[in-house]
Structures are given as C-alpha cells and as structure tokens.
C-alpha cells in the first residue's frame, strides 16, 4: 500500500520561503512521476508542479519561477521549494504520485493521494 506524508507547512510572510517535503513509502519510487497539487478555500484543487521518472519539471504558469520541484529517489522524497510566496499561495498542498514515469498535471492521472498540509501566507 503506497503511502505518502507531506510535512513542512505552516504560517509565513508574502516574499517569504517555505519547503514541502513528501516522503512516499510502499512503491518502487524511483520509477514514478510525482506532483504537487494545491487548493484553496472555496477552490477546485489545482496543479502546481510535477516532476517526471527522468526528472524533466513542469509548472503551473502562477508558481513558475517562484516554486521548484525536485525529489531524491535515494530518500524516496519529493520536495516543493517555494520562494517569494504571496497570498494567494495560501492554499492545502497535496502530494500525488503517478501512475507511470511520465509527469502529470492533472488530478485523473494520480495513483495516491497525500493528506495534504497547510499553506498560509499573510501579507
């Protein structure tokens, strides 16, 4: 049974930092793409990033150039690293592991859900 458990939320200032770390147990990491996911109050949950088997990265337009994706298969960890985060970065982020290898940004594509953390950021 896969199992994912993200950490690393919580409360910070707009232009702060903040990174997600997801540790995935009960799969061949190595060989899965995995992404994170966000939603806000009121809000469908949304696509944020996604790394692939091979470590090619995809962003959603709002994070690109603030957020990086990146995972240590050696860890059997995924990590968001976010940077200058505003507002309207406040939001739950999940993690999702894929089906196969190939980097994914929407939700029909996932295999396993994490349970999400908390994201706030004041202004």
């Known amino acids: 049974q896969v199992q994912l458990v993200e950490s690393g939320g919580g409360l910070v200032q707009a232009g702060g930092s903040l990174r997600l770390s997801c540790a995935v147990s009960g799969r061949t990491f190595s060989s899965y793409a995995m992404a994170w996911f966000r939603q806000a109050p009121g809000k469908e949950r949304e696509f944020v990033a996604t790394i692939s088997r091979s470590g090619s990265t995809y962003y959603a337009d709002s994070v690109k150039g603030r957020f990086t994706i990146s995972r240590d298969n050696a860890k059997n960890t995924v990590y968001l690293q976010m940077n200058s985060v505003r507002p309207e970065d406040t939001a739950v982020y999940y993690c999702?592991?894929?089906?196969?290898?190939?980097?994914?940004?929407?939700?029909?594509?996932?295999?396993?859900w994490g349970q999400g953390t908390q994201v706030t950021v004041s202004s």
């Open positions: 999702a592991a894929g089906r196969n290898g190939v980097a994914f940004t929407t939700s029909q594509n996932v295999g396993s």
